[in-house]
């Protein structure tokens, strides 16, 4: 089983990177997501017409 070690520490060096990229896309599209509900609402709560 010693051989397939290498194997192993790629995997999961595979897994860490795409985990750490899924982390770093979730919190970009959730800042991001956040940014344009801030500015809509922000544009309709500021129009007389919503008032």
Do not use: K, N
């Amino acid at each position: 089983m010693l051989f397939l070690r290498p194997v192993w520490c790629g995997l999961w060096r595979m897994g860490v990177r795409i985990a750490a990229g899924m982390v770093f896309f979730l919190f970009l599209s959730y800042w991001l997501w956040g940014q344009l509900a801030s500015s809509t609402t922000g544009d309709i709560r500021g129009h007389p017409e919503f008032e």
